[in-house]
């Protein structure tokens, strides 16, 4: 990338040299030499394939970094806390993925790095024309920092009036659902004319904004074509005179020829380094937000020698709550001195009112939160200290509906991973009572999972399988019959029977097991 943008920036740079030794040799009634004119379409030809190499290796190099930065970004969402998931909304997560790393993408692609070459092609024009003029180098270098500004100020107002022409169409897209959304309620108050007033009054905003911009633009272009005529008729006015001042701004036909040319580039990289300016201020934003996310704290407290083999050794300890306090907010206590325990193979049901804690026990067990008093353990190790690697094979847990990942129906129940065998796979929908269902379509486990190819029903017990596909010691079940009907809940009912045989389930439900004798845990 550096050796096409300085290829560029030198190539750019001798056409104009080349015409100027042919206009001399026209003036000094020589003929052009052939090789001469091929040189020079040559030159010209070659500077616009190193302009579009440049180009490509620049967006490549931009694209590379928003590459490593969103992988970088997503090992850090495995290593969040579930805590930072519950205050942050899943837009404003996903806008950092998105709109700020592509503000990056913008930083490198058309800020920093074309700005630089930028400035170095404006430092190389003005170096030529102080070599062939020194009076109208001086000429431009003072002039330059006034096109500068004059450029940032259109540039302002032109984004500004561009900004003003989005909010206006924003509230136009929106004007429009909400009249046919209500419009026989306007129909019924006549206010047929009001509406059209209103939805002319913003389609006159995005007219006025666009106005402005094709103004802003029709101004700044004959200012700059006007100001780049006017130095070079100054400068040949100039010339032309006696004494000093024709020495200092003399030059041969053949050089005016290349001034001209020369005076015409130079002012192509200053109005691009004012984007340029505006792409950088406009990334620092995006910038700063993605430093914060990456800074978030992560969870700690994981002992990675933990492993699933070493946790099974001491099943015998079961499941056990002691003490716990737990808020979410430090304020509020959604759980005070906690106590209860599940010995292995004991089935036991959580009640209590919405909002007493009881999903936020699960949330503890799986070592999403660490309670502020009191332990958590599984099997003797503090639940919060449980590798996430090893959580897969240590819980199954079954939620109120079923949410589906892209994929295959296999995938739906291995959750990608390749450590299990399609026999497990098939095992486990046995288990759950889907097998025959999954058989009857067009690829059986292997056809793409859509929910139109299951009911409500069909589902949860896809999600039994996934949970049980593992066989996991312990079984989580929050209220898992809460969207099915009466019928299909016995289908349920069975099927989580089979799938909790010899295993320890703590549910959430007051239907669940009700004839089984389980244990009740009222919050």
Known sequence: MLITITGSIILSLIPPLILEKAVNGLVESRKIVVSLAFFYFGMVVLSGIFDSVKEMLITVFGQKITHHLRSEMCQKLSWLPAGYFTENEPGTVTSRFVNDVDTVEALFANGVISMCADICKMAGIL????????????LLLVISPFLFFLTRFFQRRTLKAQKS???AIGKVNRFLPETMENIRTIH????????EEEYDKKIQESYRAVEKSNLYDSIYSPIIIMTSTLVIATVMVLSAMGGGIQEFFGMSVGTAVAVIAYVGKVFEPIESIGMEIQNI???VAGVWRITEFLSEEEENGADESITFEMLMQNREQGIALTQVDFSYDGEQEIIKNLNFALSPGEMATLTGRTGVGKSTIFKLLLGLYVPQKGHVTIFGKDASSIPNREKRKLFGYVEQSFHRVPGTVAQQISLYDDSITEEEIENAAKLAGIHEAVMALPHGYQTACEEAAFSQGQL???SIARAAVNNPPIL???EITANVDTVTEQYVMHALER??????VLSISHRLYENLGERRILL
Not at 127 to 138: A, D, N, P, Q, R
Not at 499 to 504: F, P, Y
């Open 127 to 138: 170096i030529m024309v102080f070599v062939k003029s020194t009076g109208l180098g001086i």
């Open 165 to 167: 022409n989005r909010k």
């Open 188 to 195: 019924c108050l006549l206010k047929e004319s009001y509406m």
């Open 281 to 283: 201020q406009s990334a």
């Open 460 to 462: 949860q017990l896809l």
């Open 476 to 478: 989580l079940l929050d």
């Open 499 to 504: 799938a909790s045989e010899g295993r320890t």
